[in-house]
Structure formats: C-alpha cells, structure tokens
C-alpha cells in the first residue's frame, strides 16, 4: 500500500528528493553517519567490512535522487518499456561502478584518506555478485548498464539467487574443488528488499472444466502449492546522466498461507521446514553454462521468476483499468535464451484464466509481447523439458502449450502440405527419445523477432538450428551482434589506457565508442606509442603485483601475456592452448631450440568447468599440473610460465584483461555463438589469435587482416570434414610435432610418471576430438609463430594493439541496445 492517503503538508515533504551535498565534508560526514548509526561503529572500533558496507551505502544514497527521480518520470511519462528476462546476471563489483557512474570517485577518495582509511583495502572488501555462468548472464549486465546509460525505460528481472556461480578453489595436486560462493554474508549493501510487493508463485494440483457466470465453459487451474517471491531491488546507474533504472531479483520464500495450512495440522516443525523448501528455489544458481540438466528445481526457478515479473508488472507497473489489448504498445519482453520461456504461457494464463480472454485475443497480445534471444548452437544446450515434467509442476501451462503446438502445427500442415516429416521437426513437443518440451521451439514461435548474438551465429540459426523457422517466417529472424561495457571494461578496468586515450581524443569515448576511431592516426606517432605501451606496463606490472602477493609468482612483465580467460568447455578447445604450450616446452628441453630462441610469454588461464563436466576438470587438473613442471624447469629459463590463478571471475577479468597482449579465441568454428571477452580484450589493446568464429569474424574485419592472427578451418570445412568422417588419428600420425607432444603428455612426464591420469584426455583425443583440435593443430602452431614473430617488433606490434582499439567501438554494448531498439523493440522505448 502507498504512503499517506491525504497530500503530504509538512514542505519538506513537498520538495524533490535531493542527494547529499557533493563534497569531500559532506561526504565525510554522511559516512561518519552511516558508520555510526547504521553499522553501530565507532571509526576506531570499526573493521573494514563496517568500513566498506558504509561506505556503499554511503555512495548509495547520493544515487538514490537519481532513481526516485527516474521512477517518477517513468511514472508520469509511461513509455514502451523493455522487460529484461534473463536467469543470470553476472554483475561484477558494485563499488567502482557506482563511483563512476556517478562521478564520485575523487571525493570519495579525498574523504576516504581524510578519516585515514585505505580506499584500496575498502574496495577489495566487497564480494561480486557472480549471478551468472559466463557469457549470457554477463552480457545482461551489459545490457541494464548500457540501457540506462542511454535512459531507456528497463526493468532486468532476475533471481536473487543465495549462492552465485561456485567458489572455485584447486588442490594441491591442481584439482578443481566447489567452494559455495555465501556473498551474503558479509552484507548487501546495494539491494532493497520490498517484500510490500511481494508475490504469490504456484506450481503443481491439476487443472479442471468449470462453467464461467455466463455459463461458458472454462479451464483453471488448481495449484497444489505455492511461494512468495520477494523483490530486492538494485540501483542500474547511467553513466553522469542522472538515471538510474532497476535490477529486480526475486527470492523465494514460503507464503504465510502455506505455513497456516501447515500450521493447522498442528506440526510447527513442518511449517518451518515449508519455509526452508520454499527458500530453496532461489538457493543457487545451477552452474552448468552449456549442459543444463532438465532438473525439477531449474524449471522451478524459471518459472518463479517469470512469474513473479510479469505479475510485478501487470499488478505494480500498469493502472488497474489498462486496456490489456494494448499490452504490446507498453512492453517488450525479452527472453535471454530459452532459460525465461516459460513466461510465454503463463502470459496466455494469465490472460486467458485470470482475464476471460478467449484463444485468440490472448493469443494477439501474447504473440507480440516477448523477443527471443539465442546464445548458442550446441545441440545439447538446447532446452527440452520432459513434458511430465511440466506437467507436474505446471499443467496448466502444459495445457497451453499444447494448445499453442496444436495451431502452430495447423499453420505447418497448411504451409506444406503433406510434409508430415517438416510438422515432426518443427513441433514444439518432440516426442523422442521422450515426450519434451523444447524450449526454443516455443519461443520462435511465440516471438515477435529472434535473435542470434553474432553475424555468423545468427546465419547458423537460421540457415542450421532454426533453418525451418527462418523459412516460414524470414522476417522474424534477425542479429543483433554482442557488445560489452566500455565503462567498466575501459574506463573502469583499464584506467592507464582510458587516461591516455581522454587526454588525445576527449572523453566522449565513453559514451560514444565509435570515437575511439580518433586514435586511428596515433597508431603512426611514435609518442603515442610509446605512452600507449607505457599504460599496458602498467597493466602488466598491477596483475605482476597480484600473482605475487597471492600466488608467490614472479611475472616479467617485458613477456608476451598470452590470455585465454573462459568457462572451460571442450569446444573451447583450452586443449589446443595447452598443446601449444607443450610443444614449446618440449623444443627447449629436447635442445631443438634454446630458450633464447623462444618468445617470451606468461600464458594466463582463467575458467571454471561445470562440477558435473567430468573431462573439464580433467583438462583444468592436466593445464594446472603442466603449469607446475613448466614453471619449476630451470631448462626454460622463465621465458614460459604457465599461470593459472584459481576463480576466475569478473574482478579477476578487470584485472587480467587490461594486461593481455594476446587474446586467445580459438573455438571450433561454428561453436562459439559470438564470445563477448573477445570484444573486452580487443578493446583493451590486446591482439587476437582466432578461429572464424562467432563475433571473431567481425572482429578481424573491423581490425584488418593484418591485425588479427587467423587460423584454423572454417565451419564449412569443419561441416565437410566431419561428413566426410573426421579421423584424428591420421592427424596425429602425420604430424610429428603433434606426436611429440602428444607424447610427452601421453607419457606421464606432467603427472609424475602417472599415466592414468591423462589417459582420458589423450585417448579422447586420439580416439574422437570432437572439436577438430587435432585439425587445427599445426595451422594453429604456424599462426602461433607469426605472433613471436610480429611480437619481436614493437613498434609495430604497438601500432596493431593500437588500431584494434581504435577500430572496435562498434563492440559497445550502447551499440548493441541501438540494434535492438531498431531491429526489434521498436523506437518508441526511447521515447
Ligand atoms: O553467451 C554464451 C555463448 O557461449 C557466447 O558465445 C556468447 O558470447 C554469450 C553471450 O551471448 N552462452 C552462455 O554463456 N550460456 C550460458 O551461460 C548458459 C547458462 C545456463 C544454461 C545454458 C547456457
């Protein structure tokens, strides 16, 4: 219920909310207030979480005039607005990001040393929200950042899930080991539960006939249980715009009805244990990012939060007597995969059972209230719900996708008559190898427009994965290329290089990315390149500094820093990294080369593999127990170290990025839908070493050949190759390079003579590599070779880095939201 029912009279209340006053003193002395009457601490008395949890809210609440400021306008001037649905958002630090956005940084720092306290040691406090998996979940924190930035209306709904991606920790022996990743117990300090606004969420019971009041007949559902979601609510502050739009994660609690019910039967230790099983469905995010298992639970969490936003914004964000019929002119849902689908019948629910719409008119508004984004072609990773699945846990939404597969297939059959085999493939429920649900199916159905994330991905979808889709409805299918956050991964990130580029262009870059094509001519100025490889120094010698301090490592900073940073995934192919690094290693030690002959390079990992994904970690064991015999051999002089630092995650992204010279994308073509670090690490001055694949492809023909190192097959060879019968063993047996280190792997030279440890991974390989290492091998190892060579001129190899940068503003995340603006929201979100 809203606040007093009467006009506010007291004129304090009259007035717009105004943040504090913008100055060292008055900071100073908005956190002393904060420290002591919120923490309850004394400075003397404080630790440094009291510390840094006051100064986030500290920081908070000069944003928070910005966002009533915002919601009220959004209130009295209602535009088109976009609904974010996505599972995942992987957010990285808050701190840093709100001192920019909001162009606090410097007094805070000024008030921070004046009461004595080290900025540095308050802002490694604070713990990342890692509510995402990887590329997906970070590319929708992209999208709120850039959104606001651009003061488009957008909620991101989302879960609050307890535990975010695991903790990944490594034995001693190099083994990946699952760590909970508890980021609430220090504090929150940047969410706002609002449980005023709280939901009821239902699952289970049946469905039956009744007669409505005009006696027609109807379906209901009758559900057997039911949670309460609770919104926590997260500040999306533009950059200096004065907007800041809302991030809404839900949480799940048990409804006070359920427990009643519970209650009654007079067992007070079950109703507490209903609380506890309600909780669990925004407990942890399910960390497989490309293998999801159709797990009861997950389906729980994908409805509980769709449900929860669309009800949010039917009930909190539309007037009672809004015309439901012109629901799509008010919002546009977007489906980040298949993962929110579900949203789209329990619309038609909705409509059709809480509304007394009939089929088709819900049909009509349904049908243009959501987009759907695809993030993959991997076959596996494509959704399919066991139908008794759904049925169990929602049927009447099983129902309706029934319904909604019933008049699709209608259109198919009147489409191509007699084509019995086209309706088998284009159905929404497949009925081998069992009865399921898929997913994308019903969203490229349902959509208004679909979206692959890179030019080649979004042919693929077209032309391979949804190929009979795109043939019925070619204006359905569209691209919209991934771009990333030049705030925080320039600006933020990489400070060296943002100062240098502001002082020669302006700041206008960091709204405006195409600007950074200004830099162009100080790729030939030889100033310029000097004070551009000055900021990578720098870079390098910061993470130097890190591996040090956490890792006991001495990194020289004049070596090449070769940087894969990624979930491990075999089509990722960290392997054909890995055998690179071998066979250099085995060059020196059998004296083929001296060390003197190679060019130096640290080789950086970063990933986390799936707990289930057993030949992941097996590779992640083998790149860590590599590591160690590199590293400890005197016979490679330094000049190859293998670093692999444990929990890669966005902190340790905004730290290893801006330190890359060589950025390594090398995915089996036609694998990686787009890659978005590919863009990050293109940004921050990094050269390339790539396959033609996903936003590779783009990549090398913004940048230039000439600044890109390519290699590998293409994915039509690899389609040709692999009809043809792919066999990597006659790769194996023709290339002796291959075989050595192959070999010495094989041998147990890594694993202290053990060999059983890399006989999984050795014989896959020789045995089915199913992502074409073996293929690419030596084309890999001759591009591998041009990069020493083109690193041995610095100059040049400075000139390349620098045309990257310049080239590549088109891989803003600002531009992205302008592609989906024009291509498929429509303008009038921009009002
Ligand atoms: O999405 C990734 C793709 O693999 C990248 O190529 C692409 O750049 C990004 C952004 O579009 N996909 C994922 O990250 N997928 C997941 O994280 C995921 C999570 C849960 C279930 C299935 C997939």
């Given at each position: 219920r809203l606040g007093p029912r009467a006009a506010p009279t007291h004129p304090l209340a009259l007035v717009p909310a105004v943040g504090p006053e913008r100055t060292v003193d008055a900071f100073v002395r908005e956190y002393l207030e904060e420290l002591n009457f919120s923490q309850g601490a004394p400075l003397a008395r404080s630790t440094v979480n009291h510390q840094y949890l006051a100064l986030a809210r500290t920081v908070r609440s000069y944003l928070m005039a910005d966002w009533l400021e915002t919601a009220a306008r959004r209130r009295e001037q209602p535009t088109k607005m976009v609904g974010y649905l996505s599972a995942e958002y992987l957010l990285g630090r808050q701190l840093d990001n709100a001192l920019l956005n909001s162009d606090l940084a410097e007094i805070v720092e000024q008030a921070m040393a004046a009461l004595g306290l080290d900025l540095n040691e308050l802002r490694a406090q604070e713990v990342e929200p890692g509510l995402g998996n990887g590329g997906l979940g970070r590319l929708a924190a992209c999208f709120v950042d850039s959104l606001a930035t651009m003061d488009v209306s957008c909620i991101g709904f989302g879960i609050r899930y307890e535990y975010g991606i695991f903790t990944q920790v490594f034995t001693p022996d190099g083994r990946q080991v699952e760590a909970p990743d508890n980021w609430?117990?220090?504090?929150?300090?940047?969410?706002?539960?609002?449980?005023?606004?709280?939901?009821?969420?239902?699952?289970?019971?049946?469905?039956e006939t009744y007669a409505d009041?005009?006696?027609?007949?109807?379906?209901?559902?009758?559900?057997?249980?039911?949670?309460?979601?609770?919104?926590?609510?997260?500040?999306?502050?533009?950059?200096?715009?004065?907007?800041?739009?809302?991030?809404r994660l839900w949480s799940a609690e048990a409804t006070s009805a359920f427990d009643l019910e519970t209650f009654n039967s007079g067992d007070y230790v079950d109703a507490v244990r209903a609380q506890t099983f309600a909780q669990n469905i925004s407990k942890v995010l399910y960390p497989e990012d490309s293998t999801p298992q159709g797990r009861e639970l997950r389906l729980q969490q994908q409805y509980f939060f769709v449900a929860c936003s669309i009800n949010d914004y039917l009930h909190g964000t539309l007037s009672k007597d809004f015309d439901l019929t012109r629901l799509p002119e008010q919002i546009i849902f977007q489906l980040n995969d298949t993962h929110p689908v579900i949203a789209i019948p329990e619309l038609m629910r909705i409509l059709l059972d809480e509304h007394g719409m009939n089929w088709d008119q819900a049909w009509a508004i349904t049908s243009r209230c959501?987009?759907?984004?695809?993030?993959?072609?991997?076959?596996?990773?494509?959704?399919?719900?066991?139908?008794?699945?759904?049925?169990?846990?929602?049927?009447?939404?099983?129902?309706?996708?029934?319904?909604?597969?019933?008049?699709?297939?209608?259109?198919?059959?009147?489409?191509?008559?007699?084509?019995?085999?086209?309706?088998?493939?284009?159905?929404?429920?497949?009925?081998?190898?069992?009865?399921?649900?898929?997913?994308?199916?019903?969203?490229?159905?349902?959509?208004?427009?679909?979206?692959?994330?890179?030019?080649?991905?979004?042919?693929?979808?077209?032309?391979?994965v949804l190929v009979d889709f795109a043939r019925l409805w070619p204006e359905k299918f569209t691209n919209v290329t991934n771009g990333v956050t030049p705030r925080r991964f320039v600006r933020m990130a990489n400070r060296p290089l943002a100062d240098l580029i502001t002082s020669t262009i302006g700041d206008g870059w960091v709204r405006d990315l195409e600007k950074l094509r200004e830099l162009e001519p100080y790729a030939d100025d030889a100033a310029f390149r000097e004070a551009f490889?000055?900021?990578?120094?720098?870079?390098?010698?910061?993470?130097?500094?890190?591996?040090?301090?956490?890792?006991?490592?001495?990194?020289?900073?004049?070596?090449?820093?070769?940087?894969?940073v990624k979930r491990l995934h075999e089509y990722k192919r960290q392997l054909l990294k890995l055998l690179h690094i071998v066979t250099t290693y085995e060059s020196i030690i059998s004296g083929e080369v001296t060390p003197e002959q190679v060019t130096p390079r640290v080789v950086i990992f970063g990933a986390k593999a799936a707990p289930g994904y057993r030949m992941a970690k097996e590779i992640i064991h083998l790149i860590n127990r590599v590591a160690a015999v590199v590293n400890a051999d005197e016979r490679v002089c330094g000049r190859l170290q293998v670093v692999f630092p444990a929990n890669y995650n966005v902190t340790l992204?905004?730290?290893?990025?801006?330190?890359?010279?060589?950025?390594?994308?090398?995915?089996?073509?036609?694998?990686?839908?787009?890659?978005?670090?590919?863009?990050?690490?293109?940004?921050?001055?990094?050269l390339t070493i790539g396959t033609d694949d996903g936003a590779n492809v783009e990549i090398r023909r913004l940048v230039g050949d000439e600044n890109f190192f390519l290699f590998g097959?293409?994915?039509?060879?690899?389609a040709d190759l692999q009809r043809q019968g792919y066999s990597p063993g006659s790769y194996f047996e023709s290339n002796p390079t291959l075989r050595r280190a192959i070999g010495l792997i094989a041998s147990g030279h890594f694993t202290d003579g053990d060999r059983s440890v890399v006989g999984p991974i050795v014989g896959d390989l020789l045995a089915n590599d199913r992502y074409l290492v073996l293929a690419d091998f030596q084309s890999y190892l001759d591009a591998q070779a041009r990069v020493d060579a083109a690193y041995g001129d610095q100059d040049a190899w400075s000139r390349s880095a620098i045309l990257n940068v310049a080239r590549c503003g088109f891989f803003s995340s600002d531009r992205a939201m302008r592609d989906y603006i024009d291509r498929i929201w429509g303008a009038e979100v921009r009002r």
């Open positions: 609430l117990a220090l504090g929150a300090p940047w969410e706002f539960p609002n449980p005023d606004r709280a939901v009821r969420v239902s699952f289970g019971g049946h469905t009041d005009s006696g027609r007949e109807r379906r209901r559902w009758v559900p057997g249980w039911s949670v309460r979601g609770i919104p926590y609510n997260y500040m999306v502050p533009g950059y200096r715009n004065g907007v800041a739009n809302t991030l959501f987009a759907y984004t695809c993030h993959t072609l991997l076959p596996e990773a494509l959704e399919v719900w066991p139908a008794d699945l759904v049925g169990r846990l929602l049927p009447r939404h099983l129902e309706i996708i029934y319904g909604i597969n019933d008049q699709f297939l209608d259109l198919v059959r009147a489409t191509y008559p007699g084509d019995e085999l086209r309706v088998r493939a284009m159905s929404i429920v497949a009925e081998a190898p069992f009865k399921g649900i898929r997913m994308a199916h019903l969203a490229a159905v349902a959509a208004t427009k679909v979206n692959g994330v890179a030019e080649l991905h979004s042919t693929l979808l077209r032309e391979k490889r000055a900021a990578k120094r720098a870079n390098k010698e910061r993470l130097a500094g890190i591996a040090l301090r956490t890792g006991d490592l001495v990194l020289p900073t004049d070596h090449l820093f070769d940087v894969m992204a905004e730290r290893i990025i801006p330190a890359a010279d060589l950025s390594e994308q090398i995915s089996l073509a036609g694998k990686e839908a787009s890659g978005t670090g590919n863009m990050k690490l293109a940004l921050n001055g990094a097959l293409t994915e039509p060879e690899v």
